[in-house]
């Protein structure tokens, strides 16, 4: 077999219904494209569709926001995580909402190029969802203050729209028309516009600069409240409705300008779970999981009431799968596309011939799966100079390849993403102690039910551990796939293991089947493997209560298991 470069191979049902959602110049809601790590959701997108949705009338906001990640990212010639974006250094939110708002302004500077988007409109829409007055006159004093003159000074009785065009027109004197013509392009050569044209280009640019900071200085009379917000870490939705002004004003702006065949504008966000778990680095805004759920919260208001421009949600976060459909409404408040990557025979039919043997494929799909993410890394291993120095040797086989690899995962993957996992549920013990986990989840005949009632970090490391190897051993009972929707047995839900290794990316709870499983059968052997080595080096004391948890609190979830057949 002659050594081939790596290829994406095309999915023609999957992109057709991602092409026909963006093909629409206003829909009625978001879509979600969720699956589990390292099934091609960022490759699909980045690679065969995002051209396509920038030709034309169609122009496409693409935002990453894992792309500040820089160990573990692409854009800085990093890999991906094969576990949670969680157990990363979790970026800034300032930094996550710059991102956003420079990718919907460049899309507004395009739409006021096309002339789709005028002074007018964004004075409407902006009218619409606040009182002007106050802020336009606080513009207009400070454009006095700095020309040290009076003759921006307006009548107390100055409707908003008259209070608006003064204020258009005195920032049109203060902004740089050479800068202002760059941004519309008229400065290119070939370019030529009449006057009239020029000056109603400009005149929305500077409209949007105004609008800009009119919600700044609205932000700056919430600023003592956000502050205090984020000391008691209450919750407040006007707040953090505040905060996502600027980036939702955007998206109606484009939304209402969409016009099919001429302007059709689209976002699509990648690891929009990074959003939620981002850290604040001063009081400027409220946290970033409220953010998060005042974006999301917008963006589907928007499309309910007016219809909003396509927006795609890329995830790998299990919560993305059923727990946001319900957080957010209902099941259907988004459009829900879930990809799991190859079936063993559709990986076959690519892969044989091209990248293994028929031997070699045996081997593969029986102990890694068909994910395509195991399938490039270990093409790209037979690749190495490794994999001829292991064949060089007699005595080894392609399965010593596949061992090394699965020796690569375990270390590098799935033991750090355990020790994350044990520290969350230190974090649960800690939090039952101190009466901050509902009396529900601690009902009577739970196995977690009784977290040790000290605060030594060695006895709830203990705890911990017994927990999750119990849990991973009713996982192994019930052969790695239990149905947490059956007879609306939603219980493993409430099960603080389930919940820390659905947060440390190692399990997915899809949505249909609804079902939780590992992310691939490459980490679930992983996991296995980690089981046994915890139960080879428990303590004598220790392996008593494992036993006794087992006997006599165990979990055994064998009744969710599938009742229908299922290909790892």
């Known amino acids: 077999m002659v050594n081939k470069a790596w290829r994406i191979i095309p999915r023609p049902l999957l992109e057709t219904i991602l092409n026909n959602h963006a093909q629409h110049h206003r829909v009625p809601q978001p879509l979600i494209l969720h699956g589990p790590r390292g099934v091609g959701k960022t490759t699909l997108i980045l690679d065969r569709l995002l051209d396509k949705w920038n030709t034309g009338p169609h122009i496409t906001g693409y935002v990453d926001f894992a792309q500040s990640i820089e160990d573990h990212h692409p854009h800085h010639g990093n890999s991906f995580p094969w576990t949670s974006w969680s157990n990363c250094p979790p970026p800034a939110l300032p930094t996550l909402r710059t991102q956003l708002e420079h990718c919907l302004e460049s899309m507004a500077q395009k739409a006021v190029q096309l002339g789709t988007i005028s002074s007018h409109q964004i004075f409407t829409t902006l009218n619409k969802w606040h009182g002007l007055n106050t802020a336009l006159r606080r513009v207009l004093q400070s454009n006095a203050l700095s020309r040290s003159t009076s003759k921006t000074a307006v009548s107390e009785k100055a409707s908003s729209s008259v209070l608006w065009s003064r204020a258009v027109f005195a920032l049109s004197a203060r902004s740089n028309v050479k800068e202002i013509d760059g941004v519309l392009g008229l400065s290119d050569k070939g370019k030529s516009v009449s006057v009239e044209e020029a000056s109603y280009f400009r005149e929305a ?45 955007l998206l109606e702006l484009l939304s209402s300008a969409a016009e099919t065949d001429y302007f059709q504008p689209k976002l699509v966000i990648n690891n929009i779970e990074v959003l939620k778990h981002a850290v604040l680095t001063d009081d400027s805004t409220v946290s970033g999981s409220l953010y998060h759920d005042s974006l999301i919260w917008r963006i589907i208001a928007l499309g309910a009431n007016e219809r909003c421009l396509p927006v795609i949600l890329v995830t790998s976060d299990g919560y993305y799968s059923y727990r946001a459909f319900m957080d957010f409404g209902f099941p259907d408040i988004f459009i829900s596309r879930e990809t799991f990557g190859w079936t063993p025979q559709e990986a076959k039919m690519h892969m044989v011939a091209d990248y293994y043997s028929q031997s070699e494929w045996n081997v593969v799909v029986e102990v890694l799966g068909p ?31 596949v061992d090394a690899y699965l020796a690569f995962l375990q ?38 039910r009784h977290p040790p009632r000290t605060d030594n970090p060695a006895l709830c490391l203990e705890w911990a551990k017994l927990q ?12 790695f796939g ?54 080879m080096q428990i303590r004598f004391p220790n392996s008593l209560q494992y036993l006794w948890q087992r006997i006599i609190r165990g979990r055994s979830y064998r009744h969710l298991m599938l009742q229908v057949g299922y290909d790892k």
Not at 526 to 535: D, F, S
């Open 482 to 535: 239990v149905n947490y929707l059956a007879d609306c047995s939603l219980e493993i839900l409430d099960d603080p293991s389930a919940i820390a290794l659905l947060e440390v990316g190692l399990l997915y709870a899809q949505r249909d089947p609804s079902f939780l499983r590992p992310v691939s059968q490459g980490i679930q052997r992983c996991l296995v493997r980690w089981l046994v080595k915890e139960q």
């Open 371 to 401: 994910s395509p993410r195991h399938l490039f890394e270990l093409y790209a291993l037979k690749q190495s100079n490794f994999y001829q120095k292991v064949m060089d040797d007699k005595a080894s086989t392609f399965e010593d390849i």
């Open 468 to 479: 999750l190897m119990d849990f991973i051993q009713s996982l192994v009972n019930a052969e």
């Open 411 to 448: 270390v590098t993957v799935v033991n750090p993403a355990m020790d994350k996992a044990l520290s969350l549920l230190q974090r649960f013990a800690n939090d039952a102690r101190n009466g901050k986990i509902p009396k529900d989840r601690l009902r009577f005949g739970a196995p977690w």
């Open 205 to 249: 640019i500077v409209a949007l600069k105004l609008a800009k900071e009119v919600i700044r200085i609205q932000q700056g009379w919430r600023a003592n409240a956000v502050k205090d917000l984020n000391r008691v870490g209450g919750f407040s939705r006007s707040l953090a409705n505040s905060a996502t002004d600027w980036p939702c004003l």
